[in-house]
């Protein structure tokens, strides 16, 4: 097999696949078998934020009289639920694997992570992924003050831990570019490209909202492509591109839009551990193909900078493909 080695966040992995923050990843062995079937790197199954403040807001009002009491609970609280048992798979996983452990943190505001950050990095943790996306419905906020809360998630945890730090983040964000260069400004050394939500539904037969989450398909792999080309133009932070990545294909795209990696977990739900290694055939098929010796030697070869049409990424050509079509 040809060299897949590549670089990601300051990182050596010997191929471009990892395998993301899911319930994949969520025990040693899991993670020893993401390894054996060759993964490049495994990012931890997140930690939330979310399910700590719930049950912090819960005690709070039961031991509202009593403080000594409740801030007794609310340890117990965190050594149950929170970075403990987290930092303790980070250790296993450690000592079971040679490939890069990267943590994750799904963290929705300022108060819980940057320590929850230390104990990751003092846990063994190589790299650090911050899941961030603050869903608002306040019609006050504007999309500058809810960037002003990335830079500030970021700064913090940059100024509290030496281990890279990546940021999983939404296409739903206003200009996009702007967001990445200033982040890239404050330290960030990974970018994820993109979150995927729980998402709501309706029931029509009760009336009632429920949730959610489908795997990822293949066509939603064009979304990220297009960002992957655009952002690796506009930034030096790597790339980890995730959703829609189904194929060696739709890797080899990834990487010549200028992606450093790719995030595989619908396909590993899918087809088991045991794709990984026929995406990294299919990656060195096309290599020999056409005669790329490394990652490095075809990544960004097509990207918004190295392309004749960059137009063809943005949407201005829209009404010209409707018409085609047509």
Same mark, same amino acid.
């Given at each position: 097999?040809?060299?897949?080695?590549?670089?990601?966040?300051?990182?050596?992995?010997?191929?471009?696949?990892?395998?993301?923050?899911?319930?994949?990843?969520?025990?040693?062995?899991?993670?020893?078998?993401?390894?054996?079937?060759?993964?490049?790197?495994?990012?931890?199954?997140?930690?939330?934020?979310?399910?700590?403040?719930?049950?912090? @807001?819960?005690?709070?009002?039961?031991?509202?009289? =009593?403080?000594?009491?409740?801030?007794?609970?609310?340890?117990?609280? =965190?050594?149950?639920?929170?970075?403990?048992?987290?930092?303790?798979?980070?250790?296993?996983?450690?000592?079971?694997?040679?490939?890069?452990?990267?943590?994750?943190?799904?963290?929705?505001?300022?108060?819980?992570?940057?320590?929850?950050?230390?104990?990751?990095?003092?846990?063994?943790?190589?790299?650090?992924?911050?899941?961030?996306?603050?869903?608002?419905?306040?019609?006050?906020?504007?999309?500058?003050?809810?960037?002003?809360?990335?830079? @500030?998630?970021?700064?913090?945890?940059?100024?509290?831990?030496?281990?890279?730090?990546?940021?999983?983040?939404?296409?739903?964000?206003?200009?996009?570019? =702007?967001?990445?260069?200033?982040?890239?400004?404050?330290?960030?050394?990974?970018?994820?490209?993109?979150?995927?939500?729980?998402?709501?539904?309706?029931?029509?037969?009760?009336?009632?909202?429920?949730?959610?989450?489908?795997?990822?398909?293949?066509?939603?792999? =064009?979304?990220?492509?297009?960002?992957?080309?655009?952002?690796?133009?506009?930034?030096?932070?790597?790339?980890?591109?995730?959703?829609?990545?189904?194929?060696?294909?739709?890797?080899?795209?990834?990487?010549?839009?200028?992606?450093?990696?790719?995030?595989?977990?619908?396909?590993?739900?899918?087809?088991?551990?045991?794709?990984?290694?026929?995406?990294?055939?299919?990656?060195?098929?096309?290599?020999? @193909?056409?005669?790329?010796?490394?990652?490095?030697?075809?990544?960004?070869?097509?990207?918004?900078?190295?392309?004749?049409?960059?137009?063809?990424?943005?949407?201005?050509?829209?009404?010209?493909?409707?018409?085609?079509?047509?």
């Amino acid at each position: 097999m040809n060299n897949l080695k590549t670089d990601y966040m300051g990182l050596r992995l010997k191929n471009p696949i990892i395998a993301a923050s899911s319930g994949l990843t969520k025990s040693t062995n899991k993670i020893k078998a993401c390894e054996d079937a060759g993964a490049g790197a495994i990012v931890i199954k997140s930690l939330f934020e979310e399910a700590l403040v719930e049950e912090d @807001k819960k005690m709070k009002g039961s031991f509202d009289l =009593h403080t000594e009491a409740y801030e007794y609970m609310r340890a117990q609280i =965190h050594l149950q639920y929170g970075p403990d048992e987290y930092c303790k798979l980070i250790a296993e996983a450690k000592k079971q694997v040679k490939i890069p452990v990267i943590a994750s943190i799904n963290c929705i505001s300022g108060e819980w992570w940057v320590d929850f950050a230390r104990k990751i990095e003092k846990a063994g943790a190589d790299a650090l992924e911050l899941n961030i996306f603050p869903m608002t419905s306040d019609e006050t906020k504007s999309s500058a003050e809810i960037e002003e809360n990335y830079y @500030k998630t970021l700064l913090e945890v940059k100024n509290n831990v030496q281990i890279p730090v990546a940021m999983k983040i939404s296409m739903y964000i206003t200009a996009l570019p =702007h967001l990445v260069v200033e982040l890239e400004k404050r330290g960030l050394n990974g970018l994820v490209l993109f979150n995927r939500f729980v998402e709501p539904d309706i029931d029509i037969n009760k009336m009632t909202l429920r949730t959610t989450f489908p795997f990822s398909r293949p066509d939603e792999m =064009h979304q990220v492509l297009r960002w992957t080309a655009v952002l690796s133009d506009k930034t030096d932070v790597d790339i980890s591109a995730t959703t829609g990545i189904h194929t060696s294909e739709a890797i080899i795209k990834l990487i010549l839009a200028g992606a450093s990696t790719v995030q595989l977990a619908s396909v590993l739900y899918k087809q088991g551990f045991k794709v990984i290694d026929e995406l990294l055939q299919g990656i060195s098929s096309w290599m020999n @193909k056409y005669n790329y010796d490394s990652i490095n030697s075809f990544k960004a070869k097509v990207n918004f900078g190295n392309t004749e049409n960059p137009d063809l990424y943005l949407r201005s050509q829209f009404m010209e493909r409707i018409r085609e079509i047509d």
